[in-house]
């Protein structure tokens, strides 16, 4: 009964907002527009190279063929490929353009001057205890980094080119008016602001007011299909009634919506990630942000517990394959398992602004939000000047296993079991030396 309750929220949802998804020659003719467009007006977009030796974005598709499905979403009357692109056409996809950001294997060179995703814990509030929390050890009941200081970041990362900020937390609604403030004085034809909520907090009336303050895009955690798993791993009841609550709430006020999912290993085990998603659908989201367990906040000290063993991602992997490839699938939400895209053998670890980078509640600059090593602390330095530190420890994407997993240990030994999490750079400075040498 709970999950056609569900059923019936999407449906009034997607009754106002809904959202298609395009592929084989719709698809073509849709990118043709664009390429074609970047092509012929080289000054104005120098960095949109073609060429393949070159990193450009044939050498891309080429590679997101392997790993990614042949199809994009369409939402009032924009285009939303990845969480990691801005929409299109807008402004932010042009600027993402002339700026190289469509050069995704050329990371770390000249030819890609973006940083495709910056998520910013913008508050350490929250009333969930989520178990697998990376901000465990940062909860509280204060803010550390005050609003003014947040809207200084933000025009910071717009200077260097960033195509997404993701205001996070704790729990972002518990500072709802700080979220309107971070909204109205970020510049939108730059970046394209993106929000990440459990859900609890999230009213329509807030979602109306989100999205006339020009919020592009809203992520919510959903991590099981079950109810009372997913509350157990939330720690709160009606954690679950509330994000699928708050996704209705999102798509009636016009706001595009994906969900963050840990995946654990119950619901591999159990076979129920088709069961997932097919809920998804149901509930109108575009994309399926996979994330895996890793060894940092609520889980530092139970990696072996929590960790999917190699026989739980082989099921994995087989699910996002079939996911992205078989017919039956081709109007639900679109995969996007990061772990699988960011493997040795793809495209690599791309953390610490290669790709995406992470700001926490604290103030700290983390290269990845599952990653707790700290290049500096914005309460105490300039962005650009840990930026340009944290970029000089990580040259190029690291073709090894995730260095959250190599390194687990050492952080955990060195985080003084939790009191110093992250851990300063400086402290593992020998053991990231490895990972490049």
């Given at each position: 009964?709970?999950?056609?309750?569900?059923?019936?929220?999407?449906?009034?949802?997607?009754?106002?907002?809904?959202?298609?998804?395009?592929?084989?020659?719709?698809?073509?003719?849709?990118?043709?527009?664009?390429?074609?467009?970047?092509?012929?007006?080289?000054?104005?977009f120098p960095l949109f190279i073609l060429r393949s030796s070159k990193g450009g974005v044939l050498r891309t598709q080429k590679?997101?063929?392997?790993?990614?499905?042949?199809?994009?979403?369409?939402?009032?009357?924009?285009?939303?490929?990845?969480?990691?692109?801005?929409?299109?056409?807008?402004?932010?996809?042009?600027?993402?353009?002339?700026?190289?950001?469509?050069?995704?294997?050329?990371?770390?060179?000249?030819?890609?001057?973006?940083?495709?995703?910056?998520?910013?814990?913008?508050?350490?509030?929250?009333?969930?205890?989520?178990?697998?929390?990376?901000?465990?050890?940062?909860?509280?009941?204060?803010?550390?980094?005050?609003?003014?200081?947040?809207?200084?970041?933000?025009?910071?990362?717009?200077?260097?080119?960033?195509?997404?900020?993701?205001?996070?937390?704790?729990?972002?609604?518990?500072?709802?008016?700080?979220?309107?403030?971070?909204?109205?004085?970020?510049?939108?034809?730059?970046?394209?602001?993106?929000?990440?909520?459990?859900?609890?907090?999230?009213?329509?009336?807030?979602?109306?007011?989100?999205?006339?303050?020009?919020?592009?895009?809203?992520?919510?955690?959903?991590?099981?299909?079950?109810?009372?798993?997913?509350?157990?791993?939330?720690?709160?009841?009606?954690?679950?009634?509330?994000?699928?609550?708050?996704?209705?709430?999102?798509?009636?006020?016009?706001?595009?919506?994906?969900?963050?999912?840990?995946?654990?290993?119950?619901?591999?085990?159990?076979?129920?990630?088709?069961?997932?998603?097919?809920?998804?659908?149901?509930?109108?989201?575009?994309?399926?942000?996979?994330?895996?367990?890793?060894?940092?906040?609520?889980?530092?000290?139970?990696?072996?517990?929590?960790?999917?063993?190699?026989?739980?991602?082989?099921?994995?992997?087989?699910?996002?394959?079939?996911?992205?490839?078989?017919?039956?699938?081709?109007?639900?939400?679109?995969?996007?398992?990061?772990?699988?895209?960011?493997?040795?053998?793809?495209?690599?670890?791309?953390?610490?602004?290669?790709?995406?980078?992470?700001?926490?509640?604290?103030?700290?600059?983390?290269?990845?939000?599952?990653?707790?090593?700290?290049?500096?602390?914005?309460?105490?330095?300039?962005?650009?000047?840990?930026?340009?530190?944290?970029?000089?420890?990580?040259?190029?994407?690291?073709?090894?296993?995730?260095?959250?997993?190599?390194?687990?240990?050492?952080?955990?030994?060195?985080?003084?079991?939790?009191?110093?999490?992250?851990?300063?750079?400086?402290?593992?400075?020998?053991?990231?030396?490895?990972?490049?040498?």
């Amino acid at each position: 009964m709970r999950i056609q309750s569900d059923k019936n929220i999407a449906d009034d949802a997607g009754a106002i907002h809904r959202l298609t998804y395009v592929s084989g020659v719709r698809l073509f003719l849709s990118r043709i527009t664009y390429v074609l467009r970047y092509s012929l007006q080289p000054k104005k977009f120098p960095l949109f190279i073609l060429r393949s030796s070159k990193g450009g974005v044939l050498r891309t598709q080429k590679i997101e063929r392997l790993i990614r499905p042949g199809k994009e979403v369409r939402f009032r009357g924009h285009y939303y490929f990845t969480p990691n692109l801005p929409r299109r056409p807008s402004p932010v996809f042009d600027q993402m353009a002339a700026q190289g950001g469509l050069n995704a294997t050329a990371a770390g060179t000249p030819v890609k001057r973006r940083i495709d995703v910056a998520v910013l814990g913008i508050t350490r509030r929250c009333d969930l205890h989520c178990k697998h929390c990376y901000e465990r050890f940062n909860i509280g009941d204060r803010d550390a980094v005050p609003i003014r200081r947040w809207k200084e970041i933000i025009s910071q990362l717009q200077d260097l080119g960033t195509n997404i900020i993701a205001l996070s937390g704790g729990e972002p609604m518990l500072r709802f008016d700080g979220v309107l403030e971070l909204l109205e004085c970020g510049d939108r034809r730059r970046s394209d602001f993106h929000v990440h909520t459990s859900g609890q907090g999230v009213t329509r009336e807030r979602a109306e007011t989100l999205e006339r303050a020009g919020l592009a895009a809203a992520a919510v955690g959903l991590d099981d299909v079950d109810p009372e798993r997913h509350d157990s791993l939330r720690g709160h009841r009606g954690a679950f009634d509330g994000a699928v609550q708050a996704l209705g709430h999102f798509r009636r006020a016009g706001i595009f919506t994906y969900v963050n999912m840990c995946v654990t290993r119950d619901i591999v085990r159990l076979n129920d990630l088709e069961r997932y998603f097919d809920l998804t659908k149901r509930l109108g989201v575009g994309f399926i942000e996979m994330l895996e367990p890793r060894p940092c906040g609520g889980f530092l000290k139970t990696q072996d517990e929590m960790l999917l063993t190699p026989a739980d991602r082989e099921r994995l992997v087989a699910f996002y394959r079939a996911g992205s490839t078989m017919r039956k699938y081709r109007n639900h939400p679109i995969l996007f398992y990061l772990p699988y895209i960011e493997h040795a053998d793809r495209m690599g670890c791309l953390m610490g602004g290669l790709s995406h980078l992470h700001i926490d509640s604290l103030g700290n600059v983390n290269p990845c939000a599952l990653l707790p090593v700290t290049f500096g602390n914005i309460m105490e330095e300039d962005f650009p000047v840990i930026y340009e530190r944290m970029r000089k420890a990580i040259p190029r994407p690291l073709h090894r296993e995730c260095p959250s997993i190599t390194l687990g240990r050492v952080i955990r030994a060195r985080s003084d079991d939790g009191r110093l999490s992250p851990v300063p750079f400086e402290s593992v400075a020998q053991e990231w030396a490895a990972l490049y040498s």
